[in-house]
T-cell receptor, first 113, second 116 residues
Framework: AQSVTQLGSHVSVSEGALVLLRCNYSSSVPPYLFWYVQYPNQGLQLLLK??????LVKGINGFEAEFKKSETSFHLTKPSAHMSDAAEYFCAAHTGTASKLTFGTGTRLQVTL | GAGVSQSPSNKVTEKGKDVELRCDPI?????LYWYRQRLGQGLEFLIYFQGNSAPDKSGLPSDRFSAERTGESVSTLTIQRTQQEDSAVYLC??????????????FGPGTRLTVL
């Protein structure tokens, strides 16, 4: 069965510092991979996705992620954190044949001054 | 155009009561999904509808949970005889036809259910 693991339920960074949120997947076939962001009391918003092609994908708000098949990873990064980035981030996978997304447990990002 | 909408936004109920949660998908989206988000946990898939095909109910946690969808429009998720462990945010998503490959799922704001 497919699974998604996010290391670190809480991550705190200073404003202007690098953001790194980790995601590893377990799948018998390379899945499609996604990062979603959830702001308080709001639904999930797609940050970026990897389907095929270039392994470094850029998303909204300056975020990017790199698909590394050899490491079964899809870590999310942003060079310089902003206070508005404080939210919960979810990594998700889809095999392309199943109907559902499989989500990680989420990482809450805190940005401090 | 409007996004996915859900109602109510919040629902407080007593243990043992039945509840109905509603989802209005984006117009033209034939696929509709329900997920559950418990406090401190990721989203759990509950059920998936695609057009007139039989729904994928593989994620429903018990027979107290059921869902219906009329054609390619509104869906309702019903929880009978609610239990405290049913307390969660219930999220609905819709997408264009789910075929080989992937179509982006657009999520609604969710319904926060609290069972006392």
């Amino acid at each position: 069965a497919q699974s998604v693991t996010q290391l670190g339920s809480h991550v705190s960074v200073s404003e202007g510092a690098l953001v790194l949120l980790r995601c590893n997947y377990s799948s018998s076939v390379p899945p499609y991979l996604f990062w979603y962001v959830q702001y308080p009391n709001q639904g999930l918003q797609l940050l970026l996705k990897y389907t095929t092609g270039a392994t470094l994908v850029k998303g909204i708000n300056g975020f990017e992620a790199e698909f590394k098949k050899s490491e079964t990873s899809f870590h999310l990064t942003k060079p310089s954190a902003h206070m508005s980035d404080a939210a919960e981030y979810f990594c998700a996978a889809h095999t392309g044949t199943a109907s559902k997304l499989t989500f990680g447990t989420g990482t809450r990002l805190q940005v401090t001054l | 155009g409007a996004g996915v909408s859900q109602s109510p936004s919040n629902k407080v109920t007593e243990k043992g009561k039945d509840v109905e949660l509603r989802c209005d998908p984006i117009s033209g989206h034939t696929a509709l999904y329900w997920y559950r988000q418990r406090l401190g946990q990721g989203l759990e898939f509950l059920i998936y509808f695609q057009g007139n095909s039989a729904p994928d109910k593989s994620g429903l946690p018990s027979d107290r949970f059921s869902a219906e969808r009329t054609g390619e429009s509104v869906s309702t998720l019903t929880i009978q005889r609610t239990q405290q462990e049913d307390s969660a945010v219930y999220l609905c998503a819709s997408s264009l036809a789910a075929s080989r490959g992937y179509n982006e799922q657009f999520f609604g704001p969710g319904t926060r259910l609290t069972v006392l």
